[in-house]
């Protein structure tokens, strides 16, 4: 059974259809993307799944069963908008948050000082949250969404704010939760740090749902037969190739996009004796790129 099942559900804020019949379930141990530009309906869909705000139709079952302020509590909730007392010392807040999920003080408090330590933290515990960066603070507001070890985790933009060090770290904690069985849902408009880890995703634009699946899938379904290719020579004759179906020149690097049947191996093969090659790759396309094609194509 899913932990999670959202379906059907519809949005309207007067005349804005914010979310547009959307349907998705997330399993335990899968990152489910939830993703699409900004003002797709992501964050809407999201307080709908925390019963901030009421679906004008379809259900949310959790844990197969609709959603109350009990199971509420297995939900952790990173949200987009940082929701922290600037005046309080980071270890006081953080057992505070702790101590309103249901942990004792002293429960709080170790639960707290683990994730400090794990997230090397540990030099902020006696700074207010106004004297913390923005880096900082996310880091603040994600360990306290997962104090209270909750089943189903929803990040909202975690990313936001960080630099490339704590992103990697932040990546390191969400594959650690997967493997300890925790449903999660990323949601965010970088679609390219999404599909390095989600296993399952949902795009949508304006509210709709432009396509979801397993993500080897969508690639499977919709990227292209793509090369890049460096080289030196004359490559002119390859647009004409019965294997080609579109060249993008930059001089001396080429993209290449292959019929379909077509293999990598046919292209070298006519072009090994032509010219001289310094660099091959076989590419997929990137969600970006397959989301920029299908939303195109609904606008055309």
């Given at each position: ?9 519809s ?11 959307i349907?998705?379930s ?8 939830l993703?699409?530009?900004n ?12 019963n ?5 139709s ?9 959603i109350?302020?009990e ?28 101590e ?50 909750p089943?189903?985790?929803?990040l ?37 740090t ?29 990227g ?19 294997i ?25 093969q ?31």
């Amino acid at each position: 059974m899913a932990i999670l099942q959202v379906q059907n559900i519809s949005k309207r804020f007067d005349k804005q259809q914010a979310v547009d019949s959307i349907s998705f379930s997330v399993d335990s141990g899968h990152i489910y993307g939830l993703l699409g530009p900004n003002g797709a309906g992501k964050t809407t869909t999201i307080r709908m799944i925390m019963n901030i705000l009421a679906p004008d139709s379809g259900s949310i079952l959790l844990f197969g069963r609709q959603i109350d302020e009990e199971k509420k509590e297995r939900i952790g909730y990173l949200p987009e908008e940082r929701g922290l007392y600037p005046k309080m010392k980071t270890l006081d807040l953080l057992i505070f948050f702790g101590e309103m999920h249901g942990l004792s003080h002293n429960a709080a408090k170790e639960k707290a000082l683990t994730w400090l330590k794990k997230l090397e933290f540990t030099s902020a515990l006696e700074k207010t949250i106004q004297e913390m960066s923005k880096g900082m603070q996310q880091k603040i507001q994600i360990i306290s969404s997962l104090m209270h070890d909750p089943d189903l985790i929803i990040l909202d933009e975690p990313f936001s704010g960080l630099d490339p060090v704590n992103v990697n770290l932040i990546k390191d904690v969400i594959l650690e939760l997967k493997d300890q069985e925790k449903a999660i849902i990323l949601s965010t408009h970088m679609m390219d740090t999404a599909e390095k880890l989600c296993d399952e995703v949902i795009l949508i634009n304006r509210g709709k749902k432009v396509l979801d699946g397993n993500l080897g899938a969508i690639r499977s379904d919709y990227g292209k037969n793509a090369i890049q290719l460096e080289y030196t020579g004359n490559a002119s004759f390859i647009k004409d190739l019965d294997i080609v179906k579109k060249v993008n020149d930059y001089g001396n690097y080429l993209e290449i996009e292959l019929n379909d049947g077509a293999t990598p191996n046919n292209l070298l093969q006519a072009l090994i004796d032509k010219l001289e090659i310094s660099k091959m790759v076989s590419k997929q396309s990137s969600l970006n790129e397959i989301f920029i094609e299908l939303v195109k194509g609904e606008n055309a």
